[in-house]
């Protein structure tokens, strides 16, 4: 028993290792090759001439799909690495991604839609029961005798509504939102200490990013919400890797920002149904 112990602390002692690891990169090819397209003769892994892959061998099912995906943008640039590192090293590669990396991953802006694109397939009855998971009920319209607080509980309703429809596309909105609260607690964190403004974006998207995959695999298995809302604590996971906070640190600075937005948005709120 003690020794089953061992191998698992060594495991998870081996596991985080590879977490802070960077993208391992193919080592360059030493053998020479001749370029069917243009009949250049190189060593490496590329063509120099016009950028054909040195692995080209017969057509088959793998290169059929890679060239389906490749329609969607998800053939090359890492796709299957970025949802692999997303999932178990997230703000490690988040870092990587930040520091230039950017060739070994996939664009967080496009990941962020093509995901999108997905859930709303998934939740729209492309899962496991084929079936439509959207709330098709009509909220009554706001009239104009309807009072302050009534008009305001309509408007959280909405947007609940359309949080749990769509998922992705509100937690868009709410990292834009939130970086502005975030950015001056965040700045000077202690694995970056000279964040900008822009990587603390992309470090968010990429974060939604993490979260709409969770999403759509409870979407298409059909699973309560309850499963995705404790998705949303795994968010805390990839700020945690890349800022470098301990997990107090981290949470007091999220729950700050989060009263912030929430004070403002009541008040901004509430100030353009008065006026």
């Not at 909405?158 to 992705?168: I, V």
């Amino acid at each position: 028993m003690r020794t089953y112990s061992l191998t698992l602390k060594d495991r998870y002692k081996q596991f985080r290792h590879w977490q802070r690891q960077p993208y391992a990169v193919r080592p360059r090819s030493e053998e020479e090759h001749d370029c069917p397209t243009c009949a250049t003769r190189y060593r490496g892994n590329y063509c120099p001439t016009c950028g054909q892959s040195a692995v080209v061998g017969r057509y088959s099912v793998r290169s059929a799909l890679m060239q389906f995906l490749d329609v969607w943008g998800m053939g090359n640039r890492g796709m299957f690495h970025t949802l692999r590192d997303l999932l178990l090293r997230p703000g490690y590669m988040i870092r990587d991604y930040l520091g230039g990396m950017q060739m070994a991953y996939f664009p967080p802006f496009k990941m962020f839609f093509i995901l999108t694109t997905i859930s709303l397939l998934v939740v729209h009855g492309f899962n496991i029961r084929m079936q439509n998971q959207i709330d098709t009920d009509v909220t009554e319209p706001v009239t104009a005798v309807t009072s302050v607080n009534s008009r305001i509980d309509r408007l959280v309703e909405r947007a609940e509504t359309f949080q749990d429809q769509y998922p992705n596309l509100f937690g868009l909105c709410m990292v834009m939102l939130l970086s502005a609260f975030l950015f001056p607690l965040l700045r000077h964190s202690p694995a970056v200490p000279d964040m900008r403004y822009s990587e603390l974006i992309v470090a968010l998207i990429y974060t939604a990013n993490m979260y709409s995959l969770w999403t759509i695999v409870f979407d298409f298995l059909c699973l309560d919400d309850t499963f995705e809302d404790a998705a949303l604590a795994l968010m805390l996971i990839p700020l945690h890797q890349y800022c470098g906070y301990s997990w107090a640190q981290l949470l007091f600075r999220i729950f700050t920002a989060f009263v912030l937005l929430f004070l403002v948005l009541v008040l901004g709120i509430r100030l353009c149904f008065v006026l």
